[in-house]
């Protein structure tokens, strides 16, 4: 079930925020809203359209917003991940293979756009994934174990309403080589698995319902990073985020409250407000002849801090208010 939310847009114009999708149980068909967010997250990085400018902000810097959020999960309702030192680590370095892209961003040559998921080779993709995926398992091996699983997802035709590059924008001859991926990311996947069952210090984490819980949590903060990166504020629903490892869920309520700062209903984090900050870059919204010109572009243009507060909303928010 997507949950759409309308708000008003530029010129007068209704959008609409969609619940982003976690869990595969529920399906739901994206809004063409959706749709232009879900392009615009697969970019070689994330591509704010501001009018006359692009804001672009890197798919490491978004993942290092995850990882923050990671390290602040847990409170009274919502149990901390564990192990807590592989999961925060999962959510940091998900997009570790695109740091050797983003020195070298590339423009699209049929759009003249930076590349987007949706034009993005397939084959590149694939290679970008993997070797990010390869760098997380020789780190941490339940951590590559949670960022393979998250790739797996991308590609997942049962997962296809997930924002970002998914099965959905795959072309009919490429499905041979997505599916050989999905194939190898699940004997990866299988290996991690006996390997962790067979230390007594992880066994119970790698349990299939342990690795569930904590697959789904980092698509939760996946989507909550993304909420803030992709812009503009407005109204969402992240549903069915895991509590614990019991099989509670909740739904995130996400409501932007003006001057930047957002309410998260049920929060989960142990501090209540987080300050946040997101660098990005600004360039002229144009035709870029070749790569040169847009990374000599991107190179010209310095970084700024995109600053928000993240705080409790509801019935947590007012009894915060009464104390005060």
Request: proline share 5%; net charge neutral.
């Amino acid at each position: 079930m997507l949950d759409s939310r309308r708000v008003g847009g530029h010129n007068g114009a209704v959008l609409e925020r969609t619940a982003w999708h976690v869990p595969a149980a529920k399906r739901g068909r994206l809004s063409q809203r959706a749709r232009v967010a879900a392009a615009n997250e697969g970019s070689t990085m994330i591509i704010q359209d501001q009018g006359e400018h692009f804001v672009l902000i890197r798919q490491t810097d978004h993942a290092v917003l995850s990882g923050f959020f990671a390290r602040e999960w847990g409170n009274e309702v919502f149990s901390k991940p564990e192990p807590r030192d592989s999961f925060c680590l999962a959510a940091t370095e998900h997009d570790n293979g695109w740091n050797e892209w983003e020195f070298s961003p590339q423009v699209d040559p049929v759009t003249f756009s930076p590349y987007s998921f949706m034009s993005v080779p397939t084959e590149d993709h694939i290679a970008l994934y993997l070797r990010g995926i390869d760098r997380v398992v020789k780190s941490d091996r339940y951590a590559g174990l949670l960022v393979s699983l998250h790739c797996a997802g991308l590609y997942d035709r049962t997962r296809a309403t997930m924002p970002g590059f998914s099965a959905k924008y795959i072309k009919a001859q490429e499905a041979t080589m997505v599916n050989d991926l999905l194939q190898r990311l699940r004997l990866q996947q299988l290996r991690l698995k006996v390997d962790l069952r067979a230390d007594p210090a992880m066994k119970e984490y790698a349990e299939e319902k342990w690795l569930q819980v904590n697959s789904h949590r980092l698509e939760a903060l996946d989507r909550l990073s993304l909420y803030f990166c992709l812009g503009p504020l407005e109204g969402a629903t992240i549903d069915a985020v895991p509590v614990d490892y019991r099989g509670s869920e909740v739904d995130w309520d996400i409501q932007p409250e003006g001057n930047n700062a957002v309410t998260l209903e049920p929060y989960p984090f142990r501090r209540d407000p987080l300050e946040i900050s997101i660098l990005g870059r600004r360039i002229a919204k144009r035709r870029y002849a070749d790569d040169g010109d847009f990374q000599r572009a991107l190179a010209q243009a310095p970084f700024f801090a995109m600053k928000y507060t993240l705080r409790a909303g509801g019935a947590r928010s007012r009894a915060r208010v009464a104390t005060a």
